[in-house]
């Protein structure tokens, strides 16, 4: 069975703060998805990036990171000179490709309030 | 570009009573899910459809039933509302990929969801 965790349930920085979202999977596929969602307080979902399980290569997007590691089954995200509108709730999800839906199951997501 | 539509956007319904929910994919997408997000919850994946087949199914109740039509538009039944089904639903959709035979390889775009409230 798949299960996404996401340790952090709420974090506060100060604006300019680099900060990182943690994010722990277990799968038995060796075939998997990884995906981040952003949640800000309007309710949308928004997708901010899919890796499957055979790129391990890190990837920059302006201001977003991820630190893809097989070894430690984690995907995390870093956020660099944070801003206010960063503050939303950020979801951690897994698709596994065996499946025939190819459903995601998320994490429980991570608060993630900037002040400024 | 074209995103999910989901309607109605808020629905107010009473103990008991019925809704329905409707999603409109991204054009040219085949595959649609549906989840449900309560309070200070994540989203939980409830159903899904590939060409109007069932193709996998979650935490759904027996309650609730759903259907892809054939231009591809899905609805979600609800049945016998409880206070516990209030929630936020979620419509994605995503496209089937003939290459990879799966459709885990394509991003689900989400809809803007439904808030449900049972009073």
């Keep these: 069975a798949q299960k996404v965790t996401q340790a952090q349930t709420e974090i506060s920085v100060v604006e300019k703060e680099d900060v990182t979202l943690d994010c722990v999977y277990e799968t038995r596929d060796t075939t998997y998805y990884l995906f981040w969602y952003k949640q800000p307080p309007s309710g949308e979902l928004v997708f901010l990036i899919r890796r499957n399980s055979f790129d391990e290569q890190n990837e920059i997007s302006g201001r977003y990171s991820w630190n893809f590691q097989k070894s430690t089954s984690s995907f995390n995200f870093t956020i660099t000179a944070s801003q206010v509108v960063d503050s939303a709730v950020y979801f951690c999800a897994l698709s596994e490709a065996s499946l025939a839906g190819n459903m995601l199951t998320f994490g429980g997501g991570t608060r993630l309030m900037v002040k400024p | ?119």
Excluded at chain 2, 27 to 40: E, I, K
Excluded at chain 2, 50 to 55: A, G, L, W
Excluded at chain 2, 69 to 88: K, P, Q, R
Excluded at chain 2, 96 to 104: I, L, P, V
């Design chain 2, 1 to 119: 570009a074209a995103g999910v539509i989901q309607s109605p956007r808020h629905l107010i319904k009473e103990k008991r009573e019925t809704a329905t929910l409707k999603c409109y994919p991204i054009p040219r997408h085949d595959t649609v899910y549906w989840y449900q997000q309560g309070p200070g919850q994540d989203p939980q994946f409830l159903i899904s459809f590939y060409e109007k087949m069932q193709s996998d199914k979650g935490s759904i109740p027996d309650r609730f039933s759903a259907q892809q039509f054939s231009d591809y538009h899905s609805e979600l039944n609800m049945s016998s509302l409880e206070l516990g089904d209030s929630a936020l639903y979620f419509c994605a959709s995503s496209l089937y990929s003939r290459a990879s035979g799966r459709s885990s390889y394509n991003e689900q775009f989400f809809g803007p969801g439904t808030r449900l409230t049972v009073l």
